[in-house]
């Protein structure tokens, strides 16, 4: 496995990645990944034996973006670094490639930002990325309501130093 910063050669792979992940990510398009990828405080793709396994993408604060997560942790903290989305290839999970994100995530902005910050589906329930986040020291500060009511999300963060 190989962890290394994002090029634009990997977007057409982090879109349909990103899409086929849908409910646990949210659908986008060409510019939107695009657009995200550029705004990043850090982009990381994953690759096993060369090929394309899973991407991440954190976000600084400050910045404009819609998100409603984004939003929420923007109004409630002035000093964070979002991780907006991580994905993984199906035909290479359960190889510690979601751990491995958040390893680089967080020796990377330890020291620069006080907290990293995501959420998680409860509705519908993600209990496995629920488990995840705990174990590694994620703690809930919120709830909300996206997709028009039609999920719930857990706001969670980990300190960093």
Same mark, same amino acid.
């Given at each position: $496995?190989?962890?290394?910063?994002?090029?634009?050669? *990997?977007? +057409?792979?982090?879109?349909?990645?990103?899409n086929?992940?849908?409910?646990?990510?949210?659908?986008? *398009? %060409?510019?939107?990944?695009?657009?995200l990828f550029? $705004?990043a405080?850090? %982009?990381?793709?994953a690759e096993?034996?060369?090929?394309?396994?899973?991407?991440?993408?954190?976000?600084?604060p400050g910045?404009?973006?819609?998100?409603?997560?984004?939003?929420?942790?923007?109004r409630?903290?002035d *000093?964070f670094?979002?991780l907006?989305?991580i994905?993984?290839? +199906?035909?290479?999970?359960? =190889?510690?490639?979601g751990r491995?994100?958040?390893e680089?995530?967080?020796?990377?902005?330890?020291?620069?930002f006080?907290?990293l910050l995501?959420?998680?589906?409860?509705? +519908?329930?993600?209990?496995a990325? =629920?488990?995840?986040?705990?174990?590694?020291?994620?703690r809930?500060v919120?709830?909300?309501?996206? *997709?028009?009511?039609?999920?719930?999300?857990? =706001? =969670?963060?980990?300190?960093?130093?």
């Amino acid at each position: $496995m190989n962890i290394r910063e994002t090029i634009a050669e *990997d977007l +057409p792979a982090a879109l349909a990645l990103n899409n086929g992940s849908i409910p646990a990510l949210n659908e986008l *398009d %060409a510019a939107e990944i695009e657009r995200l990828f550029g $705004m990043a405080a850090v %982009a990381l793709t994953a690759e096993v034996d060369g090929a394309f396994a899973g991407f991440c993408i954190t976000v600084p604060p400050g910045v404009d973006y819609a998100s409603l997560n984004y939003g929420w942790f923007s109004r409630n903290y002035d *000093d964070f670094v979002y991780l907006d989305r991580i994905a993984v290839d +199906p035909a290479y999970r359960r =190889l510690g490639i979601g751990r491995a994100f958040y390893e680089h995530v967080v020796d990377r902005f330890t020291g620069v930002f006080p907290r990293l910050l995501c959420e998680v589906n409860v509705r +519908p329930r993600n209990e496995a990325s =629920l488990l995840f986040h705990h174990s590694i020291g994620f703690r809930e500060v919120g709830q909300q309501d996206t *997709d028009g009511g039609n999920k719930t999300v857990s =706001l =969670l963060a980990l300190p960093l130093g």
